[in-house]
T-cell receptor
Framework: AQSVTQPDIHITVSEGASLELRCNYS??????LFWYVQSPGQGLQLLLK??????LVQGIKGFEAEFKRSQSSFNLRKPSVHWSDAAEYFC?????????????FGGGTRVLVKP | NAGVTQTPKFQVLKTGQSMTLQCAQD?????MYWYRQDPGMGLRLIYY???????DKGEVPNGYNVSRLNKREFSLRLESAAPSQTSVYFC????????????FGPGTRLTVT
């Protein structure tokens, strides 16, 4: 069965600084990978996804992620963080061999932004 | 276009009580999902419905039942609530097909005492 690990539970970053969130996955084939963001008290919103092709994918709100098969990683980055980026971020994978478009999520990384 | 709506937003139950969480989507999506969110564990799939008339178990189905009432609505029922079911519950919907984006509702915060 597939799994997703987000090693950092909390990250604190200063406004204007760069941000990188780590995601490692375990899956036997080329995975479908996602990053979602959850603002306080809200549901989840899709930031970006990777299925195949270019390993650097661009998303909304200035985020990008890079798929590295050799490291089983799909890290999320943003060059300059805004206070509104304070949220919880989830990496997820879909098992493409199973029916139902079922997502497996990592435990999440909570990002705090200092002024 | 409201997207995915959930009711109620908050609920407190006593152990052994029952309740139904309601979910509706207005995007004409075929597939719907129920997740629970617990600190440090991300979201875990409880049940899903790939299309109207079908439901299947996810990762943590014990203690829950679901009904796909029609294409728009997908409800989650707790027959006899337990403190371990204290959680935030999210409903989501998507087009049918692997990798389709899932759209999430705002969640229901449930506390079982």
């Amino acid at each position: 069965a597939q799994s997703v690990t987000q090693p950092d539970i909390h990250i604190t970053v200063s406004e204007g600084a760069s941000l990188e969130l780590r995601c490692n996955y375990s899956y036997g084939a080329t995975p479908y990978l996602f990053w979602y963001v959850q603002s306080p008290g809200q549901g989840l919103q899709l930031l970006l996804k990777y299925f195949s092709g270019d390993t650097l994918v661009q998303g909304i709100k200035g985020f990008e992620a890079e798929f590295k098969r050799s490291q089983s990683s799909f890290n999320l980055r943003k060059p300059s963080v805004h206070w509104s980026d304070a949220a919880e971020y989830f990496c997820a994978v879909v098992d493409i061999k199973a029916a139902g478009n079922k997502l497996t999520f990592g435990g999440g990384t909570r990002v705090l932004v200092k002024p | 276009n409201a997207g995915v709506t959930q009711t109620p937003k908050f609920q407190v139950l006593k152990t052994g009580q029952s309740m139904t969480l309601q979910c509706a989507q207005d995007m004409n999506h075929n597939s719907m999902y129920w997740y629970r969110q617990d600190p440090g564990m991300g979201l875990r799939l409880i049940y899903y419905s790939a299309s109207e008339g079908t439901t299947d178990k996810g990762e943590v189905p014990n203690g829950y039942n679901v009904s796909r009432l029609n294409k728009r609505e997908f409800s989650l029922r707790l027959e006899s609530a337990a403190p371990s079911q204290t959680s935030v519950y999210f409903c989501a919907s998507s087009e049918r097909g692997t990798g389709a984006e899932q759209y999430f509702g705002p969640g229901t915060r449930l506390t079982v005492t």
